[in-house]
């Protein structure tokens, strides 16, 4: 007999095999996501618009008719890897391979929840949102602003990032600057009569850990993040670099102002111009929040510990949904080194992480009512 852990296991390891790291191979992992769907006898949507050119598609698999309405939302697309990443691997009770935690395995877990919910029943509506890019900004639309252009809307989402079955109830904004710095070309042989832009660039980097924002904290995050992601500067070896830029990938706590960052940057006393390059809004939901509270609730049946409210120092589509007016939290199983060469999951949290959205969804079934009126 086949176990419900080993079921959760296989599928992941059929979704881990596609290299969704590509628009073509998105579009396949979709393909078998809608297939596994259809022979289950379920019925799903699936629209294209997202991308530069809208090729790219998304899902939406649906169970359940009543309230409240519950949104599941997963990503299909993994970051790059290595090629053996994609062939994944079992060591004791750990999985390994890309996308394992982040987040094929919740996706596995997901498609599961929702046969459950298919086969016993569901008071409520429950709707399993798939996008294709999460991972990767093609310049267009995305697929989860397609979905909620076509109406997938509902009263609380849960997006299975990975969390180690905490409930992230907070994220950082994200805000990409580019620094560009202006030199003095010398001979490279006497580099005293110029001005080296990228020591220039080194040093407006140092003076801008020391600027006010950068030291501050919040309840759920000891500081933002600040990450160097770029540098480019000089072009032959024998001259001094008389130009350099850098960009900056900083991820700013939910009580910050990205405008009042960039003012601050902009005030580094050296030749720099300052280009907002991105910048997106951070993500917030009440631990009060009645659907926050059923999900912890949840949670602390499995869970060995205190399922905690964190904050998530990376960003997710539940800011296309909190724009929409939708309250979501990041919950997902439990693993680590998620986009690095050891991704890994703990195999028995896929099968725990399917229990816990199927009883989700059974409380708010039998209160549903109540917790839609009482949203926060």
């Known amino acids: 007999m086949v176990t419900n852990k080993a079921k959760v296991l296989s599928l992941t390891r059929r979704l881990v095999g596609y290299r969704s790291y ?7 992992t979709m393909d078998f996501v809608n297939g596994w769907f259809e022979a289950r006898g379920l019925e799903t949507t699936r629209y294209r618009g997202a ?29 790059p890897g290595n090629e053996d990443q994609f062939d994944p691997r079992e060591e004791g009770d750990e999985l390994y391979g890309r996308g394992v935690y982040d987040m094929k395995g919740a996706l596995a877990a997901m498609m599961y929840a929702v046969e459950d919910l ?11 949102l798939i996008v294709p890019d999460e991972e990767r900004e093609y310049g267009g639309p ?12 509902g009263d609380f989402l849960i997006t299975g990032e990975p969390t180690d ?31 080296n832009a990228v020591l220039l660039a080194y040093e407006h980097y140092k003076r801008l850990l020391d600027l006010p924002f950068a030291s501050e904290r919040s309840e759920l995050f000891p500081y933002p993040s600040i990450n160097m992601a770029r540098i480019i500067g000089g072009d032959v070896i024998n001259r001094v670099p008389d130009r350099a830029t850098y960009d900056l990938d900083i991820r700013y706590l939910p009580e910050q102002d990205p405008r ?20 997106r809004e951070p993500t917030y939901v009440s631990r009060r929040n009645p659907f926050v509270k059923a999900l912890r609730e949840v949670a602390s049946r499995h869970f060995h510990g ?12 539940i800011v296309y949904f909190q724009r929409a007016g939708i309250p979501g939290v990041e919950f997902g ?3 680590g080194g998620h986009h690095g060469p050891r991704e890994y999951v703990v195999s028995s949290s896929l099968e725990t992480y399917r229990q816990m959205l199927v009883q989700f969804v059974q409380i708010l079934g039998a209160n549903g009512s109540a917790v839609g009126k009482s949203k926060l």
Not at 118 to 128: A, I, P, S
Not at 175 to 192: F, I, N
């Open 51 to 79: 991308g530069l050119n809208g090729e790219l598609s998304s899902l939406v698999a649906r169970v359940g008719s009543g309230s409240p309405k519950i949104l599941l939302h997963a990503h299909a697309d993994v970051v």
């Open 306 to 317: 205190n399922p905690v409210s964190v904050g998530r120092h990376g960003a997710s589509d």
């Open 22 to 28: 590509t628009p073509a191979s998105a579009e396949s």
């Open 165 to 195: 079955f905490h409930i992230g109830v907070q994220a950082k904004g994200v805000l990409d600057l580019r620094v560009m710095l202006q030199g003095k070309s010398a001979h490279g042989s006497r580099p005293w009569l110029g001005k």
């Open 333 to 335: 199983p439990i693993g």
């Open 118 to 128: 298919h086969v016993m029943g569901c008071d409520c509506t429950v709707e399993l």
């Open 142 to 153: 995305t697929g989860a602003e397609v979905l909620i252009q076509n109406g997938h809307k």
């Open 260 to 279: 009042e960052i960039t003012r601050q940057v902009r005030s580094i006393g050296l030749p720099a111009e300052i280009e907002v390059l991105f910048s």
